[in-house]
């Protein structure tokens, strides 16, 4: 009877150590004050965050296109906190999706280098980039002209008109995403997870509806939206949430100061 005790004891303690270790995980993947639901502005960039329906969203609004860089860290597979320091950037936002073999799946153009081909596929199934300090763009085909490009996908909103997702193998996980404007003047990262697990969120077929009503709720006008990452590989830095990724990401997008 002792020895059964003993051994109870013994499990209590150690499943309370592992509840402990829980929780001190999901603090360090996330830093940021959730309870602010104002927006802030500030140099031209606001970040918005928002709570609904257990879902933590956050969303960085740039004007100035020429603030935006695209790099890939498949060589370097250096942390996202180390980037943002050797980049000067003032927010980090992964994007693109890469393979087991560390290779770029989709285009990827960035510095006038293509770094990685075009594919056709039903799922990466749209196009973000920038085509000059005013304009950017999401879309199903690549312009001709721009200062970078990457694939990825799917497309959640295209041209106005909510996409039907129905996918296999949609898991729930955080995502990271881009959306724009009717004109590509005004470019909305954003990030939506699960409050209670950064590495958790809605699936790829919910993001949809719920993005739209974020929107509405908002009094945004969305009218291009891009899957951009998702999952253990994403992150999402602004100076007001610091969501990390648990591997190393693959592109980013480095959002510097106004020139």
Same mark, same amino acid.
């Given at each position: 009877?002792?020895?059964?005790?003993?051994?109870?004891?013994?499990?209590?303690?150690?499943?309370?150590?592992?509840?402990? $270790?829980?929780?001190?995980?999901?603090?360090?993947?996330?830093?940021?004050?959730?309870?602010?639901?104002?927006?802030?502005?500030?140099?031209?960039?606001?970040?918005?965050?928002?709570?609904? &329906?257990?879902?933590? @969203?956050?969303?960085?609004? #740039? +004007?100035?296109?020429?603030?935006?860089?695209?790099?890939?860290?498949?060589?370097? =597979?250096?942390?996202?906190?180390?980037?943002? #320091?050797?980049?000067?950037?003032?927010?980090?936002?992964?994007?693109?999706?890469?393979?087991?073999? &560390?290779?770029?799946?989709?285009y %990827?153009?960035?510095?006038?280098?293509?770094?990685?081909?075009?594919?056709?596929?039903p799922?990466?199934?749209?196009?973000?980039?920038?085509?000059?300090? =005013?304009?950017?763009?999401?879309? =199903?085909?690549?312009?001709? $002209?721009? &200062?970078?490009? @990457?694939?990825?996908?799917?497309?959640?909103i295209?041209?106005?008109? @909510?996409? +039907?997702?129905?996918?296999?193998?949609?898991?729930?996980?955080?995502?990271?995403? #881009?959306?724009?404007? =009717?004109?590509?003047? &005004?470019?909305?990262?954003?990030?939506? %997870?699960?409050?209670?697990?950064?590495?958790?969120?809605?699936?790829?077929?919910?993001?949809?509806?719920?993005?739209? +009503? %974020?929107?509405?709720?908002?009094?945004?006008?969305?009218?291009?939206?891009?899957?951009?990452?998702?999952?253990?590989?994403?992150?999402?830095?602004?100076?007001? @949430? +610091?969501?990390?990724?648990?591997?190393?990401?693959?592109?980013?997008?480095?959002?510097?100061?106004?020139?």
């Amino acid at each position: 009877m002792q020895k059964l005790k003993l051994l109870f004891l013994a499990s209590l303690t150690l499943i309370t150590i592992l509840l402990l $270790k829980k929780d001190m995980f999901q603090k360090a993947l996330i830093q940021t004050p959730l309870e602010t639901q104002q927006a802030s502005v500030s140099k031209g960039k606001q970040t918005l965050g928002y709570q609904m &329906e257990g879902v933590s @969203v956050y969303m960085l609004l #740039v +004007k100035d296109m020429s603030q935006i860089k695209l790099y890939s860290n498949l060589e370097d =597979k250096l942390t996202a906190a180390s980037l943002l #320091v050797r980049n000067g950037c003032q927010s980090l936002v992964s994007g693109g999706f890469y393979t087991k073999q &560390e290779k770029h799946i989709g285009y %990827f153009y960035t510095n006038g280098e293509l770094i990685s081909e075009k594919i056709t596929n039903p799922f990466y199934n749209g196009y973000f980039g920038v085509l000059s300090q =005013k304009n950017a763009f999401i879309a =199903k085909d690549l312009p001709t $002209k721009k &200062e970078f490009a @990457v694939q990825s996908g799917p497309l959640l909103i295209y041209e106005g008109v @909510v996409q +039907k997702l129905k996918l296999t193998n949609d898991e729930p996980a955080r995502r990271v995403l #881009v959306a724009s404007n =009717k004109l590509g003047s &005004e470019i909305y990262f954003l990030i939506f %997870f699960n409050t209670k697990s950064t590495l958790l969120g809605p699936t790829l077929e919910e993001l949809p509806a719920m993005l739209v +009503k %974020f929107a509405d709720e908002n009094n945004l006008e969305l009218y291009y939206a891009l899957n951009l990452d998702g999952g253990a590989h994403s992150t999402f830095i602004t100076k007001d @949430v +610091k969501v990390s990724e648990l591997s190393p990401i693959g592109g980013y997008f480095c959002i510097t100061e106004e020139n």
